[in-house]
């Protein structure tokens, strides 16, 4: 049975928007530690591979790209790789073409350049890479955003 109600945020992801809701944040919760970024993987289309170098490094230095993001990380660059073709065929061919009875049909280009824009930008939220994700987080020390107030006070904060 599916757990009801919203998905929780990563910890790293609430440290970066500043936790605006002061809820408490899972101290526990598993992080991973590696030295780089986790490599690119070999299957994934040429203009996927091309995304994932552009955003790659970026996400890995936030802390939120590591290795047992791979999967997730891959599918918005492939939903990417995928919908930009089918809006490229779009721009070139149109959206629509006249039948061999006279009927105007949308071209399939359309409805999966739809469900791949869908796809990407629901992983693109994940990883922080819309305007709106952005504007939750908070850059600088991790540690200080994650730090208690009445922690900061007690710790000879004013």
Known sequence: MA???????????????GNPGKRKLNLNEP??????????PDWLEEEA????????KNLYEMGLLTDLDVAAFASYCQAYARWKEAEEFITKHGSIVKTKTGYWQQVPQVSIAHSNQKIMMQAAAEFGLTPSARSRMIAGDAK???????????????
Do not use: H, N
């Open 3 to 17: 757990i009801k109600g919203r998905k929780p945020k990563p910890t790293g992801l609430k440290v970066l928007e």
């Open 31 to 40: 992080q991973v530690s590696q030295k780089k970024p986790p490599a690119c």
């Open 49 to 56: 591979k091309a995304e994932w170098k552009r955003l790659a």
């Open 144 to 158: 200080e955003a994650q730090m208690d107030e009445m922690e900061y006070i007690l710790m000879g904060g004013a």
